[in-house]
């Protein structure tokens, strides 16, 4: 019964094409995010919703388009992929926009590799 | 330069050994204190939260924040194999909300 889940787990594809990676939470919250991990491990945010509501919009390329249905889904658009987007793209939730008493639950990520 | 600083490691220590993880940061501003468990291909897991300067135990771990000097640190005492993983910390303003602040994390192994 995962909290956090997001598809696809893998996902490869050329330089160019142009992907979508889901994430639905399950646990009631309202705020969602994503979150881009290189391969130095290093967390950066990219987005934030708050009840379909973008409330952080990171300096991100625009090939790069959140869409958030409704307050349980929030969904990753990437257009045009290039070499330098390989990277797992990770998709949290919280309750509130986080007010430091609440924590992020992640998902398990998406490994996006471009060729 | 990054506004947080983790040593990468990796660190590999033998079961029983007490672990120090750290980081230092240079925003002021930050009020929030975290420390993430990523085991691999899992997403990261919150395992101590600390807000403003102080310290803060749970089981094997404490958390330790120095504002003056911009510095966190998490300790595990007896560590065992299964805390073989990734430690990020994380770190956020007072006003800030959403918009958490990772160190790279660092890479711990514990060898039974």
């Known amino acids: 019964d995962t909290a956090v889940s997001q598809t696809p787990k893998y996902l490869v594809t050329q330089m160019g094409n142009d992907k979508s990676i889901k994430c639905e939470q399950n646990?009631?919250?309202?705020?969602m995010y994503w979150y881009k991990q290189d391969s130095k491990k290093f967390l950066k945010i990219m987005f934030s919703?708050?009840?379909?509501?973008?409330?952080i919009n990171e300096t991100v390329p625009n090939r790069f388009s959140p869409k958030s249905p409704d307050k349980a889904h929030l969904n990753l658009h990437i257009n045009s992929l290039e070499l330098g987007d390989s990277a797992v793209y990770f998709c949290?939730?919280?309750?509130?926009?986080?007010?430091?008493?609440?924590?992020?639950?992640f998902g398990n990520g998406t490994r996006l590799t471009v060729t | 330069q990054k506004e947080v600083e983790q040593d990468p490691g990796p660190l590999s220590v033998p079961e029983g050994a007490i672990v120090s993880l750290n980081c230092t940061y240079s925003?002021?501003?930050?009020?929030?204190f975290m420390w993430y468990r990523q085991y691999s291909r899992k997403g990261p897991e919150l395992l101590m939260y600390?807000?403003?300067?102080g310290n803060k135990e749970d089981g094997r771990f404490t958390a330790q924040v120095d504002k003056s000097s911009k510095y966190i640190s998490l300790f595990i005492r007896d560590s065992q194999p299964s805390d073989s993983a990734t430690y990020l910390c994380a770190m956020s303003e007072e006003t800030s909300g959403s918009r958490l602040t990772f160190g790279e994390g660092t890479q711990l192994t514990v060898n039974p």
């Open positions: 646990l009631g919250h309202d705020t």
């Open positions: 949290a939730s919280s309750p509130i926009p986080w007010t430091g008493n609440s924590p992020l639950h």
């Open positions: 600390t807000y403003s300067s």
């Open positions: 919703y708050n009840n379909k509501e973008l409330i």
């Open positions: 925003n002021s501003a930050f009020q929030y």
